[in-house]
């Protein structure tokens, strides 16, 4: 074919968009094998992490943690915090799809101070969303509470209901025992 990894990384968002997420992963994973190749690790474990997005798109999380695992180390050894967050994001998706909410809430935490650094409001606020609804489910409603609420404070725009909410927890926070 002789098709650079940038066409297949091309070809692989295509065909992502356009649902064909099978398809989109064996794409994905050939623009990671050629960048691999090519020794551009970075490259190489972004597409890994787009392969995996479009696994777990699929129904195939225990295919889309495989994808995406040890991706986290490559981008903290190239100092990019929102990568390596986007990484144990990834993973922590597929970990809650597959049942295991207590790996899945230890790496959507781990994820957040690299949001932070990176100052990617947007994903922060969409981790501690994620981890409060797991923690709603898993019955610590205190804690949901805490996360919703540092959602909230991450949130530019709220609309005048999550301002309310904000109130109230900003308020029961408050009276809690430290």
């Given at each position: 074919?002789?098709?650079?990894?940038?066409?297949?990384?091309?070809?692989?968002?295509?065909?992502?968009?356009?649902?064909?997420?099978?398809?989109?992963?064996?794409?994905?994973?050939?623009?990671?094998?050629?960048?691999?190749?090519?020794?551009?690790?970075?490259?190489?474990?972004?597409?890994?992490?787009?392969?995996?997005?479009?696994?777990?798109?699929?129904?195939?999380?225990?295919a889309a943690?495989?994808?995406?695992?040890?991706?986290?180390?490559?981008?903290?050894?190239?100092?990019?915090?929102?990568?390596?967050?986007?990484?144990l994001g990834?993973?922590?998706?597929?970990?809650?799809?597959?049942?295991?909410?207590?790996?899945?809430?230890?790496?959507?935490?781990?994820?957040?101070?690299?949001?932070?650094?990176?100052?990617?409001?947007?994903?922060?606020?969409?981790?501690?969303?994620?981890?409060?609804?797991?923690?709603?489910?898993?019955?610590?409603?205190?804690?949901?509470?805490?996360?919703?609420?540092?959602?909230?404070?991450?949130?530019?725009?709220?609309?005048?209901?999550?301002?309310?909410?904000?109130?109230?927890?900003?308020?029961?926070?408050?009276m809690l025992?430290?």
């Amino acid at each position: 074919m002789g098709e650079t990894p940038e066409e297949f990384a091309d070809q692989g968002r295509s065909a992502y968009r356009s649902g064909d997420f099978l398809k989109a992963a064996s794409l994905f994973l050939k623009a990671s094998e050629s960048y691999a190749a090519a020794d551009n690790r970075p490259l190489a474990a972004e597409m890994a992490n787009n392969q995996s997005v479009a696994l777990l798109q699929s129904g195939n999380a225990a295919a889309a943690l495989a994808a995406c695992q040890g991706t986290e180390l490559v981008f903290a050894q190239a100092g990019d915090p929102l990568r390596e967050g986007l990484a144990l994001g990834n993973q922590a998706a597929a970990l809650k799809e597959l049942g295991r909410k207590k790996e899945s809430l230890e790496l959507f935490r781990r994820s957040i101070p690299r949001f932070e650094k990176a100052g990617d409001k947007d994903n922060l606020a969409v981790v501690h969303k994620t981890i409060a609804a797991l923690e709603m489910e898993s019955g610590d409603n205190l804690g949901a509470m805490s996360a919703m609420l540092d959602s909230m404070r991450v949130t530019e725009k709220l609309t005048w209901r999550q301002k309310i909410m904000r109130r109230l927890f900003s308020l029961v926070s408050r009276m809690l025992p430290k």
